[in-house]
């Protein structure tokens, strides 16, 4: 099992920066591959940006590369996700994603344990 608890959502204006946390709990979390998703309003969830067990390969959408920076800090068993640039369009309730096994998939399905998201509202 893997609790999850994300934070570090807020309001900030359009090029603004936020750095989300997700902190772990759990055994499992030492074998799992960690992501970050987003859903919007009306909009389906989708993947953000993932990092694998232990560490040395991420993955991006194509609409944060660039912009967003995932990490691990596998000694705090905390998950980050480093926003620059934000735009209005990376409104969304953030949530921090758990996968039971050494490598990032883009699909929710493959992801095992998820926390409660945190909203991150970015004004124009």
């Known amino acids: 099992q893997v609790q999850l608890v994300e934070s570090g959502g807020g309001l900030v204006q359009a090029g603004g920066s936020l750095r989300l946390s997700c902190a772990a709990s759990?055994?499992?979390?030492?074998?799992?591959?960690m992501a970050w998703f987003r859903q919007a309003p009306g909009k389906e969830r989708t993947f953000v940006a993932g990092i694998s067990w232990p560490g040395d390969s991420t993955a991006y959408a194509n609409s944060v590369k660039g912009r967003f920076t995932v990490s691990r800090d596998d000694a705090k068993n905390t998950l980050y996700l480093q926003m620059s640039s934000l735009e209005p369009e990376d409104t969304a309730n953030y949530y921090c994603?758990?996968?039971?096994?050494?490598?990032?998939?883009?699909?929710?399905?493959?992801?095992?344990?998820w926390g409660q998201g945190t909203q991150v509202t970015v004004s124009s």
């Open positions: 994603a758990a996968r039971i096994g050494g490598a990032v998939y883009l699909g929710e399905r493959s992801y095992n344990f």
């Open positions: 759990g055994r499992a979390y030492s074998n799992s591959a």
